[in-house]
């Protein structure tokens, strides 16, 4: 027999296998049975080690696509992480452009708030002196009024004196 390479031989190898036979010999019956089975054994682990290599090819080629889908996520993730944070950046801008907005509308409403208080008072200030001007004026124009009383008194109660010397003497009395 001779000496094969047992990781190359086929099933054809081995149904093509001949014996030597010597004297009392291998049962050819027995042999070739065994190597009849031997042969679809071989014949059936070749089938399964095809159908596995297919397997581990079209395995493979999966894993090949999952790695390069894990890439692509993977990508994307870090773009949707990077967007998120630009997102975040930015909203963070323009929240803090609304707030000094507001505190500069506020620092402004507090100034022209000033100032009006500061005109108001200075209108008050105007005018409490305007009162007191006119309670002066008033007060003038009373004594005025209350002096020209007095003088027109007097000048009646000289009249009055008058008159009545003049009846007493006899005179006719002037007219008024």
Same mark, same amino acid.
């Given at each position: 027999?001779?000496?094969?390479? &047992?990781?190359?031989?086929?099933?054809?190898?081995?149904? +093509?296998?001949?014996?030597?036979?010597?004297?009392?010999?291998?049962?050819? =019956?027995?042999?070739?049975?065994?190597?009849?089975?031997?042969?679809?054994?071989?014949?059936?682990?070749?089938?399964?080690? &095809?159908?596995?290599?297919?397997?581990?090819?079209?395995?493979?080629?999966?894993?090949? =696509? #999952?790695?390069?889908?894990?890439?692509? #996520?993977?990508?994307?993730?870090?773009?949707? +992480?990077?967007?998120?944070?630009?997102?975040?950046?930015? &909203? +963070?801008?323009?929240?803090?452009?609304?707030?000094?907005?507001?505190? *500069?509308?506020?620092?402004?409403?507090?100034?022209?708030?000033?100032?009006?208080?500061?005109?108001? +008072?200075?209108? #008050?200030?105007? *005018? /409490?002196?305007?009162?007191?001007?006119?309670?002066?004026?008033?007060?003038?124009?009373?004594?005025?009024?209350?002096?020209?009383?007095?003088?027109?008194? /007097?000048?009646? #109660?000289?009249? &009055?004196?008058?008159?009545?010397?003049?009846?007493?003497?006899?005179?006719?009395?002037?007219?008024?």
């Amino acid at each position: 027999m001779a000496k094969r390479d &047992a990781l190359r031989m086929t099933p054809l190898d081995i149904q +093509q296998m001949v014996f030597t036979v010597g004297f009392r010999g291998y049962n050819r =019956e027995e042999v070739n049975r065994f190597l009849e089975e031997v042969a679809q054994t071989v014949e059936s682990l070749n089938r399964d080690n &095809a159908a596995r290599r297919d397997t581990i090819a079209s395995l493979e080629q999966q894993l090949v =696509e #999952l790695r390069r889908t894990e890439s692509t #996520l993977s990508s994307t993730l870090l773009s949707a +992480q990077s967007m998120a944070e630009d997102v975040k950046r930015s &909203a +963070q801008r323009e929240a803090d452009l609304v707030v000094k907005e507001a505190e *500069l509308k506020a620092g402004e409403l507090i100034r022209k708030a000033r100032v009006d208080l500061t005109d108001t +008072q200075r209108d #008050l200030s105007s *005018l /409490q002196k305007q009162r007191l001007l006119m309670v002066e004026r008033l007060r003038g124009s009373l004594r005025m009024f209350e002096r020209m009383l007095e003088v027109e008194e /007097q000048e009646a #109660l000289r009249d &009055a004196a008058t008159v009545s010397e003049s009846k007493l003497e006899g005179k006719p009395s002037p007219a008024l």
